[in-house]
């Protein structure tokens, strides 16, 4: 072996053994709270990858989509034909309506069901994908939003994605990643391309 070789041998033996002391002293077990935010492109797409990840290990997950509910998604496609329910908003993005009752409304009506899934011991993950943007609006009350992801069953993990979180949804994660924008095709005159985008 060469000391090249050795010297990397080493370093990762190093590696693992750390890696496999803070593995064992991991000990807790419940449902998480993961926060998928910034401004970058792909949060949902991360948190549609959560929900993919629950159903192939046979868990129950279900999915409720703030703002682009109203076209067609590739995810929903995909996994409402593998037993993942969706309540979505179906307004489209707020610019468009342009219509704050409406889409306080329909934001309410979402919620609801939301509410319905974060007491229901059955349900693994439930993703609240763009939330963040409701509780900007104020199309919903950060404080209810908070305590029902509070009061969740303890096996249940809950993924919100958007922008902008709230501080208060912040405070009650236990993961918090943060999608930065560096470059974005859109920018560039590139039209949204289906199967990639959506």
Same mark, same amino acid.
């Given at each position: 072996?060469?000391?090249?070789?050795?010297?990397?041998?080493? +370093?990762?033996?190093?590696?693992?053994?750390?890696?496999?002391?803070?593995?064992?002293?991991?000990?807790?077990?419940?449902?998480?709270?993961?926060?998928?935010?910034?401004?970058?492109?792909?949060?949902?797409?991360?948190?549609?990858?959560?929900?993919?990840?629950?159903?192939?290990?046979?868990?129950?997950?279900?999915?409720?989509?703030?703002?682009? @509910?109203?076209?067609?998604?590739?995810?929903?496609?995909?996994?409402?034909?593998?037993?993942?329910?969706?309540?979505?908003?179906?307004?489209?993005?707020?610019?468009?309506? =342009?219509? +704050?009752?409406?889409?306080?409304?329909?934001?309410?009506?979402?919620? =609801?069901?939301?509410?319905?899934?974060?007491?229901?011991?059955?349900?693994?993950?439930?993703?609240?994908?763009?939330?963040?943007?409701?509780?900007?609006?104020?199309?919903?009350?950060?404080?209810?939003?908070?305590?029902?992801?509070?009061?969740?069953?303890?096996?249940?993990?809950?993924?919100?994605?958007?922008?902008?979180?709230?501080?208060?949804?912040?405070?009650?994660?236990?993961?918090?990643?943060?999608?930065?924008?560096?470059?974005?095709?859109?920018?560039?005159?590139?039209?949204? +391309?289906? @199967?990639?985008?959506?």
């Amino acid at each position: 072996m060469s000391k090249d070789q050795d010297k990397h041998q080493q +370093r990762q033996e190093k590696l693992k053994q750390s890696v496999d002391e803070k593995v064992a002293e991991a000990s807790i077990e419940k449902g998480l709270v993961l926060v998928i935010t910034g401004n970058g492109k792909g949060k949902s797409t991360a948190g549609f990858g959560n929900v993919a990840r629950a159903t192939g290990h046979g868990f129950k997950a279900v999915v409720a989509q703030f703002i682009k @509910g109203g076209w067609e998604c590739g995810e929903r496609n995909l996994l409402a034909n593998n037993g993942v329910e969706f309540a979505t908003m179906a307004t489209g993005f707020t610019w468009e309506t =342009q219509n +704050r009752e409406l889409d306080s409304q329909a934001a309410q009506e979402i919620w =609801q069901r939301c509410k319905q899934w974060l007491s229901d011991p059955s349900i693994y993950l439930v993703l609240l994908d763009e939330i963040t943007y409701m509780l900007s609006y104020d199309y919903l009350d950060v404080d209810e939003v908070v305590e029902a992801i509070n009061q969740r069953p303890k096996e249940q993990t809950v993924v919100v994605t958007g922008r902008a979180c709230h501080r208060k949804v912040l405070d009650i994660a236990d993961t918090i990643s943060e999608v930065k924008n560096v470059k974005h095709a859109f920018d560039s005159g590139v039209k949204a +391309r289906k @199967g990639v985008d959506w």
